[in-house]
């Protein structure tokens, strides 16, 4: 089998300078000049570079950039440095045996691990650049990183090569989006940094759904989680910072009557806890990338993940695709953004798969170090009741069959109220079996309207979703 060789940083530096085609500049706020220095040590760079800037003092940098009102690690901040620095390209090289090249402009802002190691740190970078001379509009790539290292010295060499693996991608594989987006980690460990957000734009890119872009994230563990409301991308950090969370995780496929019904009546009653800030408060949707797979192949088909995720956000609702498909790392997740209290709404086949111990085999504390991380911060776990459809018997948490060794933690949690019944549910929802309606969808039978609401059927209908036919 033949091994496919990667170029180093350094060859994909001296790559990008002897190509002749290319001209462009770099600027780098807080890290160094990690991603330029590469260039600079390859050679040749004066075919490539009109300047490399580090504007490290923000005096400085507002002086350049303008004031910043918020963070100096932030999109409008990247965007505005690219916005610049292209704009001092052209205008100065308007005249210059470089005028008909093809400009691009590497950015970034960036914070590393800090001396106390309390803030991991993080960082936008992003180009802009054209692949035709004659285009008035440049295409951009955006990405914001986390870093897992535990070294400023080492987040600054990491962050180095995904700068010149971002420039190398998008001057030579901008028409293979995921083997671009692939090509980043080049040379960098997964376990090292991790890209929580990426947004792709302009001419090059003008067919590309960011909502799949992200999904690939997932897909291939360079983050662990994406978030989309019906318009666009979202930073978990933006939407999550010090507020309530409410969250009901499925399949959604699609979203049935019984899912709204359990959905808003545990919002109803996270609502009315004490510590919980209606007008602080995220409400989403939450799908595993398990939930996303066929359950014949094991593969995950893009068009139906974009089927679900439109028709969730046609109810005003923000989407989470996620790789935690264990309740306490999900809850670990939103504990980073947040000390408010979280409220997770699940059926009682979920509830006892969280007191079964096969799952936290990984854990050297096993089920009690998962408890410990699920139930941080006073979370409230909402459970709606399950209806035996052969004799009719509603069994909830009170009735649930829990292992002997458990039950004393069992009710501990139960008196303490962090696991609560969702009362009030219709029985005749709970007769919905939501497995079998992307069936009846399918076969073109009316059976499956009564099992979804009004609006979700009709976009159904409309948008011909699911194998509608």
Excluded: C
């Amino acid at each position: 089998m033949e091994v496919k060789h990667v170029l180093t940083p350094l060859q994909k530096a001296l790559k990008i300078n002897l190509d002749g085609r290319f001209y462009g500049s770099f600027s780098e706020i807080g890290a160094g000049q990690e991603a330029s220095r590469f260039f600079f040590k390859a050679g040749a760079t004066s075919n490539s570079m009109a300047k490399s800037m580090s504007a490290y003092s923000k005096d400085f940098s507002d002086a350049i950039y303008g004031k910043q009102s918020g963070r100096y690690v932030s999109k409008p901040r990247l965007q505005k440095m690219l916005e610049h620095e292209t704009n001092l390209l052209e205008k100065r090289l308007i005249e210059s045996p470089h005028k008909d090249k093809l400009y691009f402009t590497y950015a970034n802002t960036v914070t590393t691990i800090n001396w106390e190691k309390t803030n991991p740190g993080d960082g936008w970078m992003g180009i802009r650049f054209k692949t035709d001379a004659s285009q008035q509009e440049y295409s951009e790539i955006l990405i914001h990183v986390r870093f897992h290292q535990n070294s400023a010295r080492l987040q600054q060499s990491t962050l180095g090569i995904m700068g010149v693996n971002l420039v190398y991608g998008a001057l030579f594989l901008n028409q293979a989006p995921k083997s671009l987006q692939k090509s980043l980690y080049d040379h960098i460990s997964i376990s090292d940094i991790e890209i929580d957000s990426i947004n792709f734009s302009g001419p090059v890119f003008a067919n590309i759904d960011n909502r799949i872009m992200s999904l690939f994230l997932v897909q291939n563990k360079m983050t662990d989680a994406v978030i989309f409301s019906p318009s666009q991308n979202l930073m978990a950090s933006d939407l999550f910072y010090k507020k309530n969370v409410y969250v009901l995780r499925g399949s959604f496929k699609p979203i049935t009557t019984l899912g709204i019904e359990v959905f808003e009546k545990g919002l109803e009653a996270f609502i009315k806890e004490q510590n919980v800030d209606r007008e602080n408060l995220e409400v989403l949707f939450e799908i595993t990338t398990n939930n996303l797979k066929s359950s014949n192949e094991g593969e995950l088909n893009e068009q139906d993940f974009l089927d679900r995720v439109d028709l969730i956000g046609a109810l005003g609702y923000n989407v989470l695709i996620s790789n935690h498909s264990e309740y306490y790392k999900l809850v670990n997740y939103f504990t980073k953004f947040t000390k408010a209290q979280i409220g997770v709404t699940l059926g009682l086949h979920n509830l006892l798969e969280i007191f079964d111990e096969k799952y936290y085999a990984e854990l050297p504390g096993g089920i009690l170090e998962s408890f410990g991380k699920l139930f941080i911060r006073n979370l409230k776990l909402y459970v709606y009741p399950y209806l035996n459809l052969e004799n009719g018997d509603l069994y909830d948490s009170n009735t649930l069959s829990i292992p002997e060794d458990l039950k004393e933690l069992y009710a501990y949690f139960k008196k303490k109220r962090s696991i609560l019944d969702i009362e009030g549910i219709d029985k005749e929802s709970l007769n919905i079996d939501s497995i079998n309606v992307p069936g009846l969808i399918k076969s073109g039978l009316d059976d499956w309207k009564k099992y979804v609401p009004k609006e979700i059927a009709q976009l159904i209908e409309d948008k011909k979703l699911f194998g509608k036919s």
